[in-house]
């Protein structure tokens, strides 16, 4: 699924088409419309239960392992639809990674086996030497490396929280995803972690697609490039994100983004 060559920094990675995800026959997500691109961070705002989470979990078939769960529409990844039949959904998350809102590192695992932990179906899987190899270089784009180079041994939960997220990005980045989904990474870290976080963002978009859902605008305004607006489980508009932050086209946006309600 993925492409050949390098594509210019822009170019829809995902395209959502008419994307509606249901729990059982309640649809929590309707209709979504929207172009992810290229080395770019889509951040995706909205107050609580509007649907964002969902909409993130549906763009790597993370929604449909809820029983009950499915989805209408299409989701293309480089043209594909992944929910295409044949496609594998273990292949996709390959390409598609997620981090989520509370660190979760394997606890019974050491540093280095979480960061390998994808790797594990890979074919042909890895060798020792090689692994090692990827885990230094996912830590290093998570920026963790010079931390636990000497730790690596340590269980995953000897970090601090920070930390953990990060860990938890550098086993997303060990599988050279295409795609990063962070669903509210910075919502359980202290200011000085959440601002790591931030950083690495920035930093991972010159490599990747970025979606990272957020109840921080502030956050939404600093480190993304476009913004979506979701409201009762539809997309009210998406717009490059200072667009979006100075002059929004919807009454309901504007509301929710000068603090009417929310």
């Keep these: 699924m993925a492409t050949n060559g390098t594509p210019d920094a822009g170019w829809p990675r995902i395209r959502v088409d008419d994307l509606t995800a249901f729990f059982g026959t309640t649809s929590a997500v309707r209709g979504a419309t929207i172009d992810i691109r290229d080395r770019e961070v889509t951040a995706v705002i ?7 989470s969902t909409f993130l979990r ?3 078939r993370l929604h449909e392992t809820v029983p009950t769960a499915r989805v209408d529409g299409r989701v293309l990844l480089d043209g594909r639809n992944i929910y295409a039949d044949g496609v594998n959904p273990i292949a996709v998350r390959k390409l598609i990674g997620m981090v989520f809102q509370r660190p ?14 994808g790797l594990r179906v890979h074919s042909p899987k890895p060798s020792r030497g090689e692994t090692d190899v990827i885990v230094e270089r996912a830590l290093t784009r998570a920026a963790l490396w010079d931390e636990v180079k000497d730790r690596l041994r340590e ?14 990005i550098a086993r997303a980045l060990a ?68 667009a979006m932050f100075t002059t929004p086209k919807d009454p309901k946006t504007e509301a929710y983004i000068t603090g009417r309600f929310g």
């Design 175 to 242: 599988t050279d995803p295409e795609v990063l989904l962070l669903d509210e990474p910075t919502a359980s870290l202290d200011p000085i972690s959440s601002q790591k976080v931030e950083e690495l963002v920035y930093e991972l978009k010159r490599d990747m697609s970025v979606v990272i859902v957020t109840h921080n605008m502030q956050q939404a305004a600093r480190v993304s490039d476009v913004t979506a607006f979701f409201l009762m489980g539809e997309m009210v508009e998406s717009a490059p994100t200072k």
């Design 46 to 52: 909205g107050p609580s239960g509007c649907g964002k």
């Design 104 to 117: 979760t590192p394997f606890p019974t695992m050491s540093i280095r086996d979480n960061v390998a932990a």
């Design 58 to 60: 549906c763009l790597n």
């Design 155 to 168: 269980p995953a939960t000897s970090l601090s929280g920070g930390q953990q997220q990060r860990l938890c």
